[in-house]
């Protein structure tokens, strides 16, 4: 790999990351509108219907949008025209069948869900509408795993951040009118806008793939189903203890300190999202695809790790010391004042989030070398810390128990998946790399015990004195990584 490949990664960083930043700008308005038409009980009440919709589409998605994109990605770098061709059209005959299977679940099991989810049954007929949302979010993404599959950066581009500017003008209107009774029309109706979209995009790519009919049989796609869901069943599995685990914490705040500390959790968990996905969004739609193509050689599945890392580090660390610096005003800034009492879960949850961004391109590898069992215990241990630390912590910390369990869960799960990474394809950190890692550490750190100090001006300012360094550094380095060579082992 020479020094294009940092170029390959700035690029995708650029198209995915810009539209990200499409993606947040709408994302913030619309957390801000849902805040300050419907308060934090509003938040939460949302998160919850978001929550349940998510869990039903990882149940009956079956792991689909992973593993299917693994084999797309995988024959389309081969050049294998013709068996690509064949996978997408099974892959987009088993996403159909998978999206009414979850549109199904929702009204077969709406009672148990409303009383399990929500503590009451009198949500039954929102958890049923939920069914709109699973089936049209799982068509939209089996057509985004096609696109991100066959490297179509460009067009996911496009639909993630069309798709979240049209959910935000459906969203306000509906909220303004009918404030908390606006909340699930406006997630189901901004889901089917976001498939359309999508579906625009997806034309011309399934016009330039399929010159002719292309007659696939139900035998054939029960084959390549079978071999798909092997790897997605366990993807299912960790999807599941993921939102499950989610709505248990929840859950859990909601009967400890009311709806309005599952609003607060939810701000933060959004804020520290939308702020990832600058960076998760790539290694998810370019990363993934590019790793499963290159995994069975193990130099070239090191370098690319190493590389990805290190530009994810980059743009991650500032992100991260702006978070820390300035929690409070963020939280007032796209929320309320009402949310500045989070400030410090936010800054804790910060934490959390920069390891994650440093274990996700090593978690890749079980996802590509088709270790479903490994990475399924990989997600029960993490879920397992969350879950245990935050109950444990709780008499002690209160909310803040949800961060401090959050940055102990992905102290062990970094270690996990650093030891398989190193037993699957001999996997060891670069030199440049090590380096720009005890950086990140020291600048983070160092910024969040700032507020710590017994003069508040002097924080702020030694804060952002770190932060002006670090994104000068990362500017500097993203700008010269055009003529770098590979990291140097």
């Known amino acids: 790999m020479k020094a294009s490949s940092y170029k390959k990664i700035l690029h995708a960083t650029a198209l995915l990351g810009g539209s990200q930043a499409i993606n947040i700008l709408a994302g913030l308005l619309r957390n801000k509108a849902v805040a300050w038409l419907v308060g934090t009980s509003g938040v939460g009440l949302a998160s919850l219907y978001f929550s349940i919709a998510e869990m039903v589409r990882s149940l009956s998605g079956l792991g689909l949008e992973m593993s299917g994109m693994k084999e797309i990605a995988t024959a389309s770098q081969q050049g294998n025209a013709r068996r690509t061709a064949y996978l997408v059209a099974h892959v987009r005959r088993l996403v159909r069948i998978t999206a009414l299977l979850g549109g199904i679940v929702c009204l077969l099991f709406s009672h148990p869900i409303s009383l399990w989810a929500l503590g009451s049954d009198a949500y039954q007929v929102q958890v049923m509408s939920v069914s709109v949302v699973v089936i049209f979010s799982t068509l939209q993404q089996g057509q985004m795993l096609v696109m991100q599959g066959l490297h179509h950066i460009a067009e996911v581009a496009k639909v993630t951040a069309w798709g979240n500017v049209a959910t935000l003008l459906i969203s306000l209107p509906l909220l303004y009118f009918f404030r908390t009774n606006g909340i699930l029309p406006s997630l189901a109706i901004g889901t089917m806008a976001h498939y359309a979209l999508s579906w625009f995009y997806y034309r011309s790519i399934h016009k330039s793939l399929f010159h002719s009919y292309l007659s696939v049989s139900w035998r054939e796609t029960w084959q390549v189903g079978k071999a798909l869901f092997r790897l997605g069943g366990y993807l299912v599995l960790g999807a599941m203890l993921s939102t499950v685990t989610m709505l ?242």
Request: net charge positive; glycine share 8%; proline share 3%.
């Open 248 to 489: 248990a914490i929840r859950g859990f705040l909601v009967e400890r300190m009311g709806m309005d500390a599952a609003g607060l959790f939810q701000a933060v968990w959004a804020i520290t999202n939308v702020y990832l996905m600058l960076v998760l969004r790539v290694m998810g739609g370019d990363f993934y695809p590019r790793l499963c193509g290159v995994i069975h050689r193990r130099i070239a599945g090191e370098r690319l790790i190493n590389e990805q890392t290190y530009v994810a580090l980059l743009i991650i660390t500032p992100l991260i010391i702006s978070i820390l610096l300035f929690s409070p005003y963020i939280l007032h800034l796209l929320y309320s004042s009402d949310f500045q009492q989070a400030a410090s879960l936010l800054r804790w949850q910060a934490l959390g989030a920069f390891l994650k961004v440093l274990s996700w391109p090593m978690a890749f590898v079980l996802l590509a070398k088709g270790k479903g069992k490994h990475y399924l215990f990989s997600e029960l241990l993490f879920f397992s810390l969350y879950y245990g630390s935050t109950q444990y912590l709780f008499s002690h910390w209160g909310l803040l128990a949800t961060g401090i369990g959050y940055v102990v869960s992905y102290v062990g799960y970094v270690l996990l998946v650093w030891l398989w990474a190193r037993q699957f394809i001999r996997f060891r950190f670069h030199r440049n790399l090590v380096q720009e890692i005890f950086i990140s550490v020291f600048l983070i750190l160092f910024v969040f015990f700032t507020p710590f100090l017994d003069e508040y001006l002097p924080a702020y300012l030694s804060g952002g004195l770190i932060l002006l360094i670090s994104a000068s550094r990362s500017f500097v380095k993203c700008r010269n990584m055009w003529h770098l060579q590979p990291l140097d082992a």
